[in-house]
Each structure stands twice: as C-alpha cells, then as structure tokens.
T-cell receptor, first 116, second 114 residues
C-alpha cells in the first residue's frame, strides 16, 4: 500500500531564512509520481511540481527546489529566502501508476509560518 | 479557463439533512475524484469515477454517494450527514489514469454538520 509521511507538522521561520520540508514515501510500484501542493490560507490547492520515479534530477524553480532521492524514498522541498507569502500548508503526495482511480495519497501536511 | 468548480464553498447543515455538493469540470477529463481533508491526515479519497456511469469507492466512502451521469459533473451526496463528516472537501479531475496527468482541484467546500 502506498503511504506518504511528512514528519514535520509545523515549521516557523523568520523571513529570508531557508526552510526544508521532508517527505518520505512508501510504494511497491516501480512507476509512480510524486507531487507537492501548496495550500495558502485561502484554502485552495496549488500544484507546485510533479516528478516521475524514473527522473531523479533535482529541480529548481525560482526560490523553490526539490531533492528526489530514490535510495531513501524521499522527495524533499526547500524554500530559499522565505517570504511571508510562503506561509501555507504544504502537502506531498504520491500516485502509483497502477492505482485505481488515479488516486493521490497525501501526507499529513506541513504548516509553514514565515514571520516578518 | 480550465477549471474545476465546486458549490457551495461553505455549508453549515444539521445532522440528517440530505445535501449535495456539486462539482463540474470544463476540461473533458475522464477521471474525477472526491477527497476530504482533515487535520493531520492530509487528503483522503472518498470516491472516484473513471468515466460516465463508472464509479468506485476510495479509501473513506462510508456515508457518501456519488453519481456520474455526465462527463463534466460529479456530485457528492451525503444522504444523512453526521458531525464526523465535518471537513474540507475537494473535487479533482484529471485527463487519464496516469499520474503524469496532474489532477486539477476545485476551490474546496468547507462543510460543518451540527
């Protein structure tokens, strides 16, 4: 069965600090997809990134970067030079290629609070 | 604009009073799902649909019903809501089964059952 664990429930930082969110997953499939979503205080889910299991390249998008390590089943997310607008709940999610219904399995989420 | 639209955004109801949360997508997606979000648990899939008239249970289907009579619509029905169904609900759609087609989420419906 697929499982996603986000051990950090809440992280508080001061603006301009870097923050890294941990995500560890479990799956028996060899083909799967990993996602990060942002949920700002307004409540909607904002897609940030998708990674497939065959692509272990790290990715950088502006102040965001992602470190995918298959050997440790982790897909960590770093916000560099955090800003107040980064305050949100962040979810890591996993979808197995064989999962019925295209199901996404989410971690419990990490609340990030960026203080000015 | 590609979007998934849920209504209502907020709903307070009483125990036992039937309600429907609507979901509509304009992307001609085959797959649609309902999720509920609860603190510390992330989002969990309630029901999904692979196409018109094809639906199946997700991880937490008890107390919910769905239907898929048209490709664009996937309403969530609570026949007799109970307080433990107080939650934030999301509808999602995706082009196909494969995970490389990212899911589009609706804005969410915050339901309170008193």
């Amino acid at each position: 069965a697929q499982k996603v664990t986000q051990a950090q429930t809440e992280i508080s930082v001061v603006e301009k600090e870097d923050v890294t969110l941990d995500c560890v997953y479990e799956t028996r499939d060899t083909t799967y997809y990993l996602f990060w979503y942002k949920q700002p205080p307004s409540g909607e889910l904002v897609f940030l990134i998708r990674r497939n299991s065959f692509d272990e390249q790290n990715e950088i998008s502006g102040r965001y970067s992602w470190n995918f390590q298959k050997s440790t089943s982790s897909f960590n997310f770093t916000i560099t030079a955090s800003q107040v607008v980064d305050s949100a709940v962040y979810f890591c999610a996993l979808s197995e290629a064989g999962a019925a219904g295209n199901k996404l399995t989410f971690g419990g989420g990490t609340r990030v609070l960026v203080k000015p | 604009e590609a979007q998934v639209t849920q209504n209502p955004r907020y709903l307070i109801t009483v125990t036992g009073k039937k309600l429907t949360v609507t979901c509509s997508q304009n992307m001609n997606h085959e797959y649609m799902s309902w999720y509920r979000q609860d603190p510390g648990l992330g989002l969990r899939q309630i029901y999904y649909s692979m196409n018109v008239e094809v639906t199946d249970k997700g991880d937490v289907p008890e107390g919910y019903k769905v239907s898929r009579k048209e490709k664009r619509n996937f309403p969530l029905i609570l026949e007799s809501p109970s307080p433990n169904q107080t939650s934030l609900y999301f509808c999602a759609s995706s082009l196909s089964r494969e995970g490389y087609h990212s899911a589009f989420f609706g804005q969410g419906t915050r339901l309170t059952v008193v």
